[in-house]
Structure formats: structure tokens, C-alpha cells
């Protein structure tokens, strides 16, 4: 009903100005889906945001709002990046060990925040925005200066061949990376719903007193979901560097995966499968 109404509204702004809305549908249509060269590209755009849409989600369930997701991207993007290019390893451990530094750098600077919520108090929206111009300016120092390659463009060497992430289609830029985020959203699933730890998660959620007089960790659990949260984001940064780009350029502003994973989320109702369909719309 929300697209519906969606598509409705944005036809009575073209009439509004003269343009036939059904073409600029149709448009929109072939664009997306017009051939398989086409889906790859929707599924390409989608990826991202499964990510950084699981990340909101995942925060949200135990009652917190990551507004992070952008600098959770970068320092995971210059993170995955320098493991790329840095050393010189055989593809089955080089690419793990790639992705699970955008995990870390991603968990950490999510989960730091997490930290300050929980022993502090300090509102995580708060630092988490404020975290996101701290990871801006570092990444565009680190990626301008100390891990530049030599030469005009601001950015890193090239990844090695060992740590670039499977394209599926050829002559399209669909990679693994797709895959890696409907498994992100699987697991996120069975974390949530099928595990002691997610159910403690939704728990301190719904009523963190309660939660805690119910013998459950709350200041832990709030630290451990913003740290899966920003890994979540993480990995969006991690599969750009890896399945697209194969380096890491300079960043002047935010890519706004991060703030566009906010929406995907909450049209998802913060359920995984949810959020992988909003995903998809906003990829189309």
C-alpha cells in the first residue's frame, strides 16, 4: 500500500508539471528490469542496503537507533581496503580475512558507542552522528595521505586479485557480495528469533527494567547489538571495496547508505526479510 501510494503521489507531481507518468514508470521499469543486465544492476544497488538496513534494524530491536551506518561504512571500507592491497595471501584466506576486517572495524566503531550508551548513558544517536564525521575526516586523512598510492588520484592501491569478492554474471558487476547480504539477513533471522542471545536482545527491547529484573545483562546486550549493528554497516563498506571498486577512494561526503538503511528499515519493519524487500525497492 505505502508503494502504491508512493507511485500515486509521484504521478500527481508529473501532471502537475506536464509529464506523462506512466512513461516516467516505464522508464523506471525497463531501467530496473528491462534485462538481465539491468536486474544485476538493481541487485548490485540493493546489496548495500540489505546491510546497512539489518544494521537499523538489528539496533532497533533492542530499543536503539544506530544513525551510524555511514561511518561504520568508511572506517570498514579503509579497513577492508588495507587488508586488500597490504599482503599478499591464497584467495580462501585472503578474502575471509578481508571481510572480517570490515566486520571488526565496523563492530568496533558501532559497538563503542554502545559502550558509551551503556556506562554512561550518552545517547546513541547522538554520539553515533557525531562518530560519523569522526570516521569522515580520519578516513579522508588516512585515505589522502598515509595509504594513498602514489599518483594524482586520492586513493588506495589496488586490492590483490586474492581479495576481490566473485563476480556471478559476467559483463555485469554482480558479485558475491549479494549473496553475502541474503546470508547476513538469514542469520540476523535465526540470531534473532532462534538463539538465547537474540532472544535477550528483543527482550531488553521491549522493557530493558524488566529485561534486567530478569536476570538479563542489559548494559552488555546494548553494547554487543550496536557492535553486530555497526559490523552489519560494516559490511556494506567491506563489499563495495571488494566486489565493485577493488580500492578505496577518498570519501568528500557521505555515500548516504547509512541514512537510506534508516528507511529501508522501518518500511522493513525492523524483521530481516522485511528489510531485504525494502531494499530491493530502494535498489530499483
Do not use: C
Not at 57 to 86: C, E, S
Not at 103 to 128: C, N, P, R
Amino acid at each position: 500500500i505505502a508503494v502504491f501510494v508512493g507511485l500515486v503521489a509521484g504521478a500527481i507531481f508529473m501532471i502537475s508539471i506536464g509529464t506523462d507518468p506512466l512513461e516516467a514508470y516505464k522508464v523506471l521499469w525497463n531501467s530496473a528490469f528491462g534485462s538481465f543486465r539491468d536486474l544485476a544492476s538493481t541487485f548490485v544497488n540493493t546489496t548495500p542496503l540489505i546491510f546497512t538496513g539489518l544494521a537499523v534494524a538489528f539496533a532497533f530491536r533492542t530499543g536503539l537507533f544506530n544513525i551510524g551506518g555511514d561511518g561504520q561504512f568508511l572506517v570498514a571500507y579503509m579497513a577492508t581496503a588495507w587488508l586488500g592491497f597490504a599482503v599478499k595471501l591464497p584467495i580462501y584466506i585472503h578474502v575471509p580475512l578481508a571481510i572480517l576486517a570490515g566486520i571488526l572495524a565496523g563492530g568496533v566503531w558501532g559497538g563503542f558507542a554502545g559502550f558509551l550508551k551503556a556506562k554512561f548513558g550518552v545517547h546513541e544517536v547522538i554520539t553515533t552522528i557525531m562518530m560519523n564525521y569522526i570516521s569522515l575526516y580520519f578516513v579522508g586523512y588516512m585515505l589522502g595521505g598515509p595509504l594513498k598510492k602514489p599518483g594524482g588520484i586520492p586513493a588506495t592501491p589496488r586490492i590483490q586479485e586474492s581479495a576481490r569478492l566473485l563476480r556471478m554474471v559476467p559483463g555485469t558487476r554482480l558479485n558475491l557480495g549479494f549473496i553475502l547480504a541474503i546470508l547476513a539477513a538469514i542469520f540476523i533471522y535465526y540470531l534473532l528469533w532462534k538463539t538465547t542471545i537474540g532472544y535477550e536482545i528483543r527482550a531488553v527491547g521491549f522493557n530493558p527494567k524488566a529485561a534486567e529484573y530478569g536476570g538479563i545483562n542489559v548494559a552488555r546486550n546494548m553494547i554487543l547489538a550496536m557492535a553486530i549493528s555497526g559490523a552489519l554497516a560494516g559490511l556494506a563498506g567491506t563489499t563495495q571495496v571488494m566486489g565493485l571498486e577493488h580500492r578505496a577512494y577518498q570519501p568528500f561526503g557521505f555515500l548516504g547508505y547509512g541514512f537510506t538503511g534508516i528507511a529501508v528499515a522501518l518500511l522493513g519493519k525492523t524483521h530481516p526479510a522485511g528489510v531485504v524487500m525494502a531494499a530491493f525497492l530502494f535498489g530499483i
